[in-house]
T-cell receptor, first 114, second 116 residues
Framework: DAGVIQSPRHEVTEMGQEVTLRCKPISGHDYLFWYRQTMMRGLELLIYFNNNVPIDDSGMPEDRFSAKMPNASFSTLKIQPSEPRDSAVYFC????????????FGPGTRLTVL | AQSVAQPEDQVNVAEGNPLTVKCTYS??????LFWYVQYPNRGLQFLLK??????LVKGSYGFEAEFNKSQTSFHLKKPSALVSDSALYFC??????????????FGGGTRVLVKP
């Protein structure tokens, strides 16, 4: 399997623009997670899905952030409008169905908002 | 609530010497514990996990970790460090209780620098 795939790997945009990050989980995995990594706050869980349904979005910073999972093989994280403080590395991860199952991470998207 | 602490921001070790990265946790139920490693500009890679059973868990790249329930610790170890082990290491915990859902809580990370 190719592992978790994220695109783009790097994104540079200007404040106020819409940003869309994409993720393809490992085939057969029921859970998908979006994380954000910054120097100041470390690794934070933003939202996670089970069978395409959002289960916990308590980590989403504000209404400018939204995430969707229209099918089992694709998810998006959208920021609109983007702000400089959104600059971070965004990771997608996926896992099988149980609480003991390992989460496998994608390579991440490095977002820079100018 | 579940939490995990990595008390050392950085660990320096000479190549060939033993490497230990510390992790302590707090959960209300039983812990499921994980170690990940992150190399520069890469995603997190799974090293090993403790779910139940033998307290000594062996993982990838010669790493192992020991679960200690009385000390609520899960320290990562490698008997002989390599320069290529230099990376950022994350400990993570999930409470076995249903209230925790499927959320992992990560520690702040420990940077390991192995010098030749």
């Amino acid at each position: 399997d190719a592992g978790v795939i994220q695109s783009p790997r790097h994104e540079v945009t200007e404040m106020g623009q819409e940003v869309t990050l994409r993720c393809k989980p490992i085939s057969g995995h029921d859970y998908l997670f979006w994380y954000r990594q910054t120097m100041m706050r470390g690794l934070e869980l933003l939202i996670y899905f089970n069978n395409n349904v959002p289960i916990d979005d308590s980590g989403m910073p504000e209404d400018r952030f939204s995430a969707k999972m229209p099918n089992a093989s694709f998810s998006t994280l959208k920021i609109q409008p983007s702000e400089p403080r959104d600059s971070a590395v965004y990771f997608c991860a996926s896992s099988l169905g149980g609480p003991t199952d390992t989460q496998y991470f994608g390579p991440g998207t490095r977002l820079t908002v100018l | 609530a579940q939490s995990v602490a990595q008390p050392e921001d950085q660990v320096n070790v000479a190549e060939g010497n033993p490497l230990t990265v510390k992790c302590t946790y707090s959960v209300s139920g039983n812990p499921y514990l994980f170690w990940y490693v992150q190399y520069p500009n890469r995603g997190l890679q799974f090293l090993l996990k403790y779910i139940t059973g033998d307290n000594l868990v062996k993982g990838s790249y010669g790493f192992e970790a020991e679960f200690n329930k009385s000390q609520t610790s899960f320290h990562l170890k490698k008997p002989s460090a390599l320069v290529s082990d230099s990376a950022l290491y994350f400990c993570a915990v999930r409470d076995s209780g249903k209230a925790a859902g499927n959320k992992l809580t990560f520690g702040g990370g420990t940077r390991v620098l192995v010098k030749p």
